[in-house]
């Protein structure tokens, strides 16, 4: 069975930092891309940052380039989103999603709210 779990949202102040996680089962984690997506309330959904099978190529949303990393951990079928200097505009579900060919799995999402 495949599964994206993602971890470690929460709420956090504005400038704070979050790391998440999403553990990966079911597929050959190292052949997918992996990408982190988010969707605010009334906001279409945003690709925030991808990072390809391999690792060492990324690419970044403008609205989060310099304060988000994405890296992944093929051996722990792990990909992670370090977040620094949060803003209130980042508040949104954040979900995990794998890509190969045709294949496209998600995780279940998890709350970011970022509130003073």
């Not at 992996?34 to 970044?60: C, D, F, H």
């Not at 200097?85 to 949104?92: F, G, I, Q, R, V």
């Amino acid at each position: 069975q495949v599964q994206l779990v993602e971890s470690g949202g929460g709420l956090v102040q504005p400038g704070g930092s979050l790391r998440l996680s999403c553990v990966a089962s079911g597929f050959t984690f190292s052949k997918y891309a992996m990408r982190w997506y988010r969707q605010a309330p009334g906001k279409e959904r945003e690709l925030v940052a991808v990072i390809i099978s391999a690792g060492g190529s990324t690419n970044y949303a403008d609205s989060v380039k310099g304060r988000f990393t994405i890296s992944r951990d093929n051996a722990k079928n792990t990909v992670n989103l370090q977040m620094n200097s949060l803003k209130p505009e980042d508040t949104a579900v954040y979900y995990c999603n794998a890509a190969w060919a045709y294949y496209n799995y998600w995780g279940q999402g998890t709350q970011v709210t970022v509130s003073s």
